[in-house]
């Protein structure tokens, strides 16, 4: 009896200095937090809840009790919160039991797991932070599972110990048998989720089949190994993410982001990479869907040594147009909003309904030489222009006579010239009078409403940001 009790103590107290180590090489937990604990009433979320009981003597925290009762496995679910409600009584825990409505869907398995989140979010505004049972096993298999549907590194980094959202994982040093034979060596029942063992799900094949397989007939210590590839991966997404911090991506424009083809083509493909899939990060809100080849159609995109070029990735409207390249929401690229016609106020602020600008006009009494170069785009002869001013965006088929030019020239003539993105053409303001086009961004007045020395009442027309 005494050899048994030995062997006891030592499993116990094996698994807590692990996790002890663990919760300190992480920063955890600080004491007087209080950390809430998600127990389902399974062996793993109740190791999680007796460990964390136990090592209250070395780390004081306020200790509560977390369930979510999905309601999906009739009796069963009922007899799960009664389980945990009763470990919460026992130890005098305070206790969030949330019984959760769960959304029809293909994927049920994701949609429970988003309602655990949204209550543990809920909560979060009274602890400190919440402990999921996550173990050494479920590293394993997140990142087999990962690997398999084709995840980076980013998605390699498997689970993490802590979460900016709080989530904390103190037991990822401990496989599950290990959680078992503690368990067992406590005499602590818990309770069997029957759906786990259902083969319908990918995740509880590659539990049951494919890991035990490739552990048993190619590498014994496989589930470590994964584990450890989990650490390596997270250690390059925390390099990755202070490179990006150190190298910000342009500021969005009308919910867009404009990148110089010349600042990707001029690094390594890796950093190539990471500064794409950051920059989809920004537009889409998230990286779910986008793969390995939606990347590199990107980067083929951007290393291209010329020319235009467009591809739809998933949520992304990517667009390539000179050196510059364009990534905005889906359906956000829409040419055939731009038709307007509005009147230009004169004086005074015109703001266009797209584009992100304002067309600000003032009257000026005389022509300064001195500043002709400086002024000559945005300067017109009030006197030789007949009827009311409108601004409108270019169309196809636009042309006129620009100020200094020695024939009339079509828009799509110029932008080719002054290398304009396709994307920027369809906001692009013109001005027109009666006589036709008599200014455009960039090209200025037309020739015949260009002002000469002896110009008198003078129009000044600015672009402001309408931000």
């Known amino acids: 009896m005494k050899l048994k009790s030995k062997a006891i103590c030592a499993t116990t107290v094996a698994l807590l200095d692990k996790v002890s180590a663990f919760i300190r090489r992480h920063d955890l937990i600080h004491p007087g937090q209080r950390i809430g604990v998600a127990v389902s009433g399974g062996a793993d979320s109740l190791c999680l809840l007796h460990v964390l009981l136990e090592l209250r003597k070395q780390l004081p925290v306020a200790i509560h009790l977390i369930h979510v009762n999905h309601q999906l496995r009739g009796d069963a679910s009922e007899q799960d919160q009664a389980f945990v409600e009763s470990l919460g009584k026992e130890y005098g825990l305070a206790m969030h039991v949330h019984r959760a409505s769960i959304p029809g869907g293909e994927n049920l398995e994701q949609a429970a797991r988003q309602v655990r989140l949204d209550f543990f979010r809920e909560l979060r505004s009274t602890l400190d932070r919440i402990a999921t049972g996550h173990t050494l096993s479920d590293q394993a298999e997140t990142v087999l599972f990962r690997f398999l549907r084709g995840a980076g590194t980013s998605g390699l980094a498997g689970i993490l110990p802590v979460t900016a959202d709080g989530l904390i994982r103190p037991l990822l040093c401990v496989t599950r048998a290990e959680v078992e034979q503690y368990l067992t060596a406590r005499n602590f029942g818990w309770r069997t989720d029957a759906t786990n063992l259902q083969r319908d799900f990918t995740r509880n094949r590659i539990r049951l089949d494919l890991l ?118 889906l359906g956000s690229y829409a040419p055939e909003r731009r038709v307007i016609s509005l009147p230009l106020a004169v004086p005074g602020d015109t703001p266009l309904p797209e584009g992100g600008i304002v067309l600000r006009t003032s009257l000026l009494d005389s022509y300064n030489e001195d500043k002709a170069e400086e002024t000559s785009c945005k300067l017109l002869d ?5 009827g009311p001013l409108t601004v409108r965006y270019w169309l196809p088929g636009d042309s006129y006579l620009p100020a200094g030019a020695t024939r009339v020239q079509k828009l799509k003539d110029l932008f080719q010239l002054h290398r304009i993105p396709l994307w920027e053409r369809r906001f692009w303001p013109m001005v027109e009078s009666s006589q036709g086009i008599v200014w455009s961004r960039r090209f200025g007045p037309a020739g015949f409403a260009a002002p000469v020395a002896t110009s008198g009442r003078l129009l000044r027309i600015d672009e402001l940001s309408n931000d």
């Open 212 to 329: 035990p397989e490739l552990e048993r007939d190619y590498n014994p210590g496989l589930t470590a190994q994964l584990a450890h590839t989990a650490d390596i991966a997270r250690e390059e997404e925390e390099f990755w993410s202070g490179y990006l911090a150190r190298h910000p991506l342009p500021r969005k424009q009308d919910g867009a982001l404009i990148l110089p083809t010349t600042t990707l083509q001029g690094q390594p493909k890796a950093v190539a990479r990471r500064l794409l899939r950051e920059a989809i990060r920004q537009i889409k809100g998230d990286l779910r869907e986008i793969e390995y080849k939606h990347v590199e159609i990107a980067l083929r995109l951007a290393l291209q040594s010329e020319g235009a070029g467009r591809a739809h990735l998933p949520g992304i409207d990517l667009f390539r147009s000179f050196d510059f390249l364009r990534l905005a929401p």
């Open 382 to 386: 009030l006197d030789r222009m007949e």
